[in-house]
Each structure stands twice: as C-alpha cells, then as structure tokens.
C-alpha cells in the first residue's frame, strides 16, 4: 500500500489480537511489509496486564502499544474514537472485529454511523461466525451494505491463509496429470477432516451457543470443499475465483440430517459455562453431494470434532479402485490410489500409489508407496502463520482468500437443515474418534476415514 494506514484492533487485548494479530502484525513489520504502519490501535474495555506485556516486547513499540479504552455498547466510546481518526486525515482506516460474534451487529451499527462523517478510505474485518444461521447472516450482510461497500469487507477464514490450502490451486490447475483425473470419472470419493484432541478451553459461554456445525463446518470446512471441487476460475483475480466457488456452493445440495451424526463428549456438560443438559454438538460427521457434472455421485464426507485422539485437518481425494480383472492378475486388491492435503499437524501433501515390491516377482501384489512435499522441510525455515498471510492481503486489498455476501449465505443454506434438525445427539468418550455411527455413516458405502 502507497498510502498510510492505521489498523483499530476492537477487542484487541483479547485472545485472537495477543496470540495472533499483533504477533503477526509484527512479523510484518520486521519484514518490511508495513512501511506505511502509522500505527495498530487496540481498543477495549480495560488494559489487560498480559497485552501490556506482550506490546512492550514488540518492536518498534511505538507501532503496537497504542490503547484506547472503548466499549463497544458506549456512544462515548466512539466520539473518542472519532477524535482520534480526524487527527488522521488522507490515511486508510481498517477496522477488525476481534470481538465476540454477538457484538458485531452493534460494533458495525455504531462504526458505520461514526464513519459517514469521514472520507478516509476503509476497511472492515470481520472474523467467524458470520451469523448464526441462514436469517442472521443476511441480516448482517444487510447491515454491512448499509455503511459498507462489498470491496471494503474482508470476512476472514483463517484456514484459507495455510499454505496447503491454497497449493490446492497449484496442484490442480497447474499439472495436466491432476487436472484430467478430478472428476467422477476417477474419483471415488472425497473426505475432508478436521479434528482436535482439545476441549472447548474455557470457551463455553461462547461455544455452547455454536456447536461444531457453526463453529467448523458451516465455514472452514465448507471452504476447504470449495477450492478442493471448484471449477477453474478463467483468470486469477478475486472475483474471478470467489465466482466459481459461489457456482460450488450453489451445486452443493442441501446437508440431510439422515445422512448426519452428532456427537458430544463424555464431560462436556461439566465445562465452565456450559448450560445445564446441554444438547450443544462438539462432533459433526456429514455425507454430502455435488449436483453437477464433474462432481454427480461422487460422495464427500466431512468430520470435526472436539476431544478426539489426535489433532489432523486434511482433505483426500481418493480414487477409484483398478479394474476387477487387473486385480485377478496380481491375485490382489491394490490400495487405492490418494492425494492427501495436510494443514495440520504438518503443512504437506502426499501421494499415495501402487509399486512393485523391491525385489519381488515380476507379478506381485503391489504395496502402497507414498511421496510426500512437506513445505517447511523443503523452505527449510517457519512457514508464514496464516494471520500473516491474510493480514498482508488485508493491507494489499486482495480478497482472493476472503468470503463474499453472497458465499457465506449460501453455505449458511447448506447446513441450515441439519441445524433445525432433531437428529439423535450421540456421547463418545474423549481420546477416541468419535462415536460409532459416524464410523458406520462410511462402512455402509465399503468406506472407511483416512485418520
């Protein structure tokens, strides 16, 4: 950006800006891409100890430790605001809402209206949930598009600032031997995973009122589906790309609660700030369906969940298994062929195929080979954290890896029916992977995850 800017960090002593934003925004700093930083503001309620620590420690300190006392309920708060942002004049604004979901309609309302007094360029970042269901998400875009044009709004999804994520592009539309494979004509089916060993870490006040549909599914994973099934966008520009995953979305057919498993872990209800016999899901596995051409038939199976026994996100696309008759030849069923996306506990991607065992008969069962890309071994330093990532983005005003109106509407549609939906809510115990019937929901179609 050739211009300077300020960044407003609203609830910027909490969690996200200590562990994430600011640490990030340091990064940056150090790296040379914020050269026009005039200065990252974080507004709150109260100085937390913690954030004073942490913003002495950041360098250049002048940059980062820079508080402004704010309630976001409080018209006071943003006379004082606005104070401040006429001392600012020609600079670009950009405004993150690092709040919690339930103060963004009243953040937004009383930002909106401070702003009309203001000809500063701007910009709004608003983090998940974007709404709670089909209803509030368009009330939110609606309110958004009272003070906002849809260029000035960047609706952050983390999971799109890995590296894996958006090698999906790479791999694809980059290599023709890819490309000609990724559809139903060889693919067999799609499962796309994102499970953690922790629990919901004092988040209950907020997490009993969302569940494992709204907190992962609705979003990271709907995402993570979108780049892995889209179509090529024609060219690569932002809204080039944000077409053709609105096209994706619109195929997706609607999630049935018959083809759902909820789940909830032994001792959730004893979390702090989990209400009395709660029936709030920490475990969501779906199968799901693509109504188009490359897609028709071809199953994706989706899985979060919390207090499982291990923490993996990834995405496999699994292909069909070799003819019957290739197999009578090596009296054997050979695996079948995997390419495999890990955004965590690695950034990776592998390749699972069949060879020959060394120094075996010329006709042999075959045994399963894997070629693996880990990224940070081949960079051999730290990837960037994905807050880096979008953050630059963010100052860039590139929206390639940032959700549009009309795309978080339509993934709200998709899981709306299973969030009215009365299915049976089942209890697994923590450190396993979840309950039985999500395990069945796969055996009856001669599958199994990949975990």
């Not at 949930?129 to 260029?151: H, I, M, V």
């Amino acid at each position: 950006m050739n211009r300077k800017f300020s960044i407003f960090i609203l609830g910027g002593t909490g969690d996200l800006a200590k562990r994430k934003l600011l640490p990030a925004l340091e990064r940056l700093y150090k790296e040379g891409h914020l050269k026009n930083l005039h200065k990252v503001y974080s507004l709150a309620r109260k100085e937390d100890p913690s954030w004073k620590v942490l913003v002495s420690s950041l360098e250049p300190s002048e940059k980062f430790d820079n508080f402004l006392q704010f309630d976001v309920n409080l018209d006071s708060s943003y006379h004082h605001l606005g104070r401040i942002l006429r001392e600012l004049k020609g600079q670009e604004l950009i405004f993150y809402l690092a709040l919690s979901p339930f103060l963004f309609e009243t953040a937004l309302r009383k930002l909106g209206r401070l702003l009309r007094d203001f000809t500063n360029p701007r910009k709004i970042v608003i983090e998940k949930p974007f709404g709670f269901d089909t209803a509030s998400a368009r009330k939110l875009n609606q309110l958004l598009y009272t003070y906002f044009l849809e260029e000035e709004i960047y609706r952050i999804d983390h999971f799109l600032g890995k590296e894996t994520i958006q090698n999906i592009f790479s791999v694809r539309f980059s290599n023709t031997i890819f490309e000609s494979l990724w559809h139903r004509n060889f693919v067999d089916h799609v499962q796309i995973v994102a499970i953690e060993d922790i629990g919901i870490e004092g988040r209950g006040e907020y997490y009993d009122k969302a569940g494992a549909i709204r907190d992962m599914l609705q979003n990271h994973m709907l995402q993570m589906l979108s780049f892995l099934a889209m179509e090529p966008p024609c060219c690569m520009y932002p809204e080039f790309i944000r077409d053709e995953k609105v096209k994706l979305l619109r195929s997706v057919r609607k999630i049935s609660p018959e083809e759902t498993v909820k789940g909830q872990y032994e001792g959730y209800l004893l979390e702090k700030a989990v209400r009395e016999g709660s029936k709030t899901e920490t475990f969501v596995a779906v199968k799901l369906h693509i109504d188009n051409p490359r897609w028709q038939d071809v199953p994706f199976y989706l899985m979060t969940g919390k207090r499982l026994s291990k923490k993996l996100s990834q995405m496999a696309v699994v292909f069909k298994e070799v003819p019957r008759s290739f197999a009578n030849l090596f009296d054997c069923m050979p695996n079948q062929n995997k390419i495999i996306f890990q955004t965590s506990p690695k950034n990776k991607i592998a390749i699972h195929f069949e060879l020959r065992p060394p120094a075996g008969k010329f006709i042999a069962c075959p045994v399963e080979t894997v070629m693996e890309y880990d990224m940070e071994s081949y960079v051999g330093k730290k990837l960037p954290e994905a807050y880096e990532t979008l953050i630059l983005d963010i100052i860039e005003g590139d929206r390639s890896l940032f959700i549009r109106g009309d795309e978080v509407e339509l993934m709200w549609e998709i899981v709306q029916p299973i969030l009215e939906s009365d299915a049976p809510l089942h209890i697994y115990k923590p450190g396993t992977l979840g309950p039985e019937q999500a395990h069945l929901l796969l055996q009856k179609d001669g599958k199994a995850w990949i975990i």
